[in-house]
């Protein structure tokens, strides 16, 4: 166990605020996350951390240490950049998080032939249709649909995603067809909804002869996975606004008809997020690179696709 273990280990705990948190990050138990702290602490000959049964609150020289903690894990993470760089052998884990959508249809399957091409790299993908942190969650890239609100990272632009309303013929043939986002708002259609958390309402960005307008839309269903709102759908449940890629297949099959076709909705950025650091971790940069370009490729495939009269007409 090296002194740079413990220092690493701290900036997580401080991060997380829980040692058991900070275990299950760096895949130890929370003795060995304990033992590190305390030697840590043994080391620098103060408290890190004020500890209760309850709570986990940082001294004020832990505040102060973590400062310095964090420059030194950048300084390292910086020179080991520099010499991958320079071998061209990236190594090391790779922590990547997408929502679920996008890391099932579009990202997972790359992983095995990006690890096929660097062996001593690995990957760990989380999926989630959550807002996620880089800093706390300790992730190198997260892809997204929208735009983000921490202006502290940087924004690698993939592509505009078009999305579609659609619903099934059953729930057509039960609640009639919507031709306009009013006809959802007013006409009593159940509108499938991605909750988050802190959400207080639902709004759906649609484009109108006016330019884009927001409707305010309503419905029984929601989750904070959006692939349970596709199944919905499928299930005949209601209205479901989706990125083309997730539904193309049933539209194709006609298990999904577009609907409200007056009032498309706009098109969302897909786009992913990394942390601004002096000297890019070569095998982030490399992944983002192979990831980016296939996942363009074949979004342009699916929108094409699905602007056909074949595939949603």
Known sequence: ?????????????????????????????????????????????????QRTTRSLTPTEQGKAFYRGATEVLEAVTSAEAEIAS???NPRGALYVAAPLGVGRRLIAPLVPEFLALYPEVSLRLRLSDRKIDLTTEGLDLAFFLGHPEDSNLRIRKIADVRRILCAAPEYIARHGMPDHGDDLVAGGHECLNLRFPGATEFQWLLGTPDGPRRFRVAGRYESDDGDVLTDWALAGHGVVLKPVFEVIEHLRAGRLVPVAMQTPPEPVQMACLYTHRRKQDPKTRLFMEFVIERIATTIRGTDQDAGSTAAIG
């Open 1 to 49: 166990m090296s002194y740079l273990d413990n220092i690493r280990t701290f900036v997580r705990v401080y991060e997380l605020g829980s040692m058991s948190a900070a275990g299950r990050d760096l895949r130890i138990s929370p003795a060995v996350t304990s033992s590190r702290i305390s030697q840590l602490e043994d080391h620098l000959g103060v408290r890190l951390f």
């Open 86 to 88: 320079i071998t061209d």
